[in-house]
């Protein structure tokens, strides 16, 4: 690779002191990162409107560009040129804020997603507690996205989407509990490499339960179908975002998706061996078999297959009365996961499962 580098740009580049040399590396990676994971976000509202109308026997978007590719840019430059009205009485900086809440965390939080076994932005021993922490903060964004507008129907949105929220935070803490006693590391990374072996090696096995447990809250984090009772427009007009227009509206509306491809990135990390690949194990396969190397195409076709779980989920299921979200939550999922981390003590004292090596 530096053979293919000019010898001025190397002796620029090693002129530069190491303060200057790491900013340079570390803006190059999130450039590297950012780009893609926008272009993923915006196609992704194409395919869902695509995959949702093959099972509807509908069209789908066809007429911007070939296929109807051209749609998502379409949609863009419509919400980049419509008016943001200001609501009169609201509070202009918390209005205008609340959107950035909930999109910022969704993208920071690929600081610490490893994409492969040798790329990832910021490689920290703590990356899980990193991603709860950045993961709780998209509800302050519902909350103050409610409460600046001063309208009641947003208010009310914002509560019910707070409330759902934070239920269902606890149970995908508790399945991560799971996780981290399996990996035996905080670190992304390291809980990838522990799985190891192929997929009879991934967490998603002895930790079934958690597994079921921590995707089915994410598409209730998400406010998706069939949890999106804060966007119940036949109760509640809009839910939380129902006085934003125009950019502000898009934020919000971007914010959705990009933590619809962060939930299924971190489920694949999980209990899906991340970038491992399925196939590892399968020694019949010979060596140096592409299908049984780690790779990012691995990662990316795990994301693709939750982000289709997403737009089914969508596709089939009324949505849910509020009091049966919430007694799913509480009642059924934080039980569940508080049982199985039990049962997870009682596998490492048999050594069992990830504890048998």
């Known amino acids: 690779m530096s053979s293919m580098i000019p010898q001025f740009a190397l002796d620029l580049w090693n002129a530069l002191p190491i303060d200057v040399q790491t900013v340079v590396t ?8 950012l780009v893609p994971l926008i272009l993923a976000v915006a196609f992704t509202t194409y395919f869902e409107r695509k995959v949702i109308g093959y099972m509807q026997r509908r069209i789908g978007p066809n007429r911007v560009g070939p ?5 998502p ?24 804020i609340a ?50 507008t001063n309208s009641k129907y947003a208010f009310l949105g914002a509560m019910r989407s707070a409330a759902q929220i934070v239920a269902y935070e606890i149970a995908m ?20 490499r522990a799985q190891g072996g192929g997929i009879t090696n991934w ?43 125009g950019v502000a509206f898009a934020l919000f509306f971007l914010a959705e998706y990009a933590n619809m491809l962060l939930i299924s990135a971190l489920t694949s990390i999980f209990f899906l061996g991340g970038w491992a690949s399925p196939f590892e194990g399968w020694t019949f396969l010979g060596e140096g078999n592409f299908l049984r190397e780690p790779s990012l195409l691995w990662f990316c076709l795990k994301i693709a297959f939750f982000i289709f779980i997403f737009f089914w989920l969508r596709a089939t299921f009324p949505r ?35 504890w048998a090596a």
Do not use: C
């Open 173 to 192: 803490g508790f399945a991560l509990v799971g996780v981290l006693m399996a990996g035996g590391s905080l670190n992304l990374g390291d809980i990838v």
């Open 67 to 71: 296929l109807g590719l051209g749609q």
């Open 99 to 148: 959107p950035m809440l909930a999109l910022i965390p969704a993208f920071a939080t690929w600081a610490v997603i490893p994409l492969n076994d040798t790329f990832v932005i910021a490689d920290i021993n703590a990356g899980l507690l990193y991603v709860l922490s950045l993961t709780s903060l998209g509800v302050y964004g519902v909350i103050l996205a409610g409460w600046a």
């Open 26 to 33: 570390h803006v190059f990676k999130i450039v590297i990162v």
């Open 203 to 245: 967490f998603w096995l002895p930790l079934l339960p958690l597994f079921f447990v921590y995707f089915i809250s994410g598409v209730a984090e998400t406010n998706r179908a069939p949890f999106d009772v804060a966007e119940g427009e036949s109760e509640i007009v809009a839910g939380f975002h129902v006085e934003y227009s």
């Open 320 to 354: 849910y009365r509020y009091d049966q979200i919430m007694r799913l939550g509480w009642k059924v999922f934080i039980p569940v996961t508080l049982v199985w981390i039990a049962v997870e003590a009682v596998m490492a004292w048999l050594k069992v499962g990830p």
């Open 73 to 96: 840019f379409a949609d863009v430059i419509k919400l980049l040129i419509k008016e943001v009205v200001i609501p009169t009485r609201s509070n202009r900086f918390l209005f205008l």
